[in-house]
């Protein structure tokens, strides 16, 4: 079973360009880091802080051309790790038909807090125990 | 008439956070540079440069989210410039319905370069004229 998971918090580094977010188990106490790039970071941090900018940016796009198809994202998934890399999926319906489009975890959080509220985010079950 | 022009550079500063691309009118002399971000100059030069990231990065995800909603991007054009700011759109044709999706320049080239051959991009004849 698919585990809800909420964004915890966004660690930014300008140090180095690896950041980090935490995602933590909603109603429980499994919490865990996924590192992502400054790019990620800013975009997720700047929906955290809900600063509006001036043009729309590259995840609002994306939201954008969604809802022009008529598609909407109804949740987001990571789904495995393999060699130290977290995979995801989003999961868009139009009609009837849902479709997995493979992404990086750091999209499809970024993609999840472009909502309000912002979209469920799931880790497989999987997941969670190979962290231990 | 919407002026069909192509990416004729990008120019990479390691010293400051404004890069440029230049655009260049096909079978014409005009041309003409728009400032872009870092990440969306790397999301270009990467794509120029024909490296495939292992996992599919922002623009790549855009494209696969088009696609597997049944939709195609026709074109992409550059409207207007506004106050220092240029206004660019993505054509999304799903069936018979063409929908202009409001977006920046930079991601308008980045996703016409993540196409092989590239989107057409048209630039409309008021900016260049604009430009004197």
Do not use: W
Request: net charge negative; hydrophobic share 45%.
């Amino acid at each position: 079973m698919p585990v809800l998971m909420e964004l915890s918090r966004v660690l930014v580094s300008d140090l180095d360009d690896q950041q980090a977010m935490y995602l933590r188990e909603v109603g429980g106490l499994r919490m865990f880091p996924i590192l992502i790039g400054p790019f990620e970071a800013q975009a997720i941090n700047r929906q955290l802080l809900e600063e509006e900018p001036f043009r729309p940016m590259t995840h609002q796009l994306l939201k954008n051309v969604i809802a022009a198809l008529g598609g909407v994202i109804v949740e987001v998934m990571i789904t495995e790790m393999k060699d130290h890399t977290y995979f995801a999926v989003l999961k868009v319906r139009t009609g009837e038909t849902v479709h997995d489009v493979d992404c990086r975890p750091s999209d499809a959080i970024a993609m999840a807090v472009h909502y309000s509220p912002p979209l469920p985010i799931f880790v497989a079950e999987q997941v969670l125990n190979e962290l231990g």
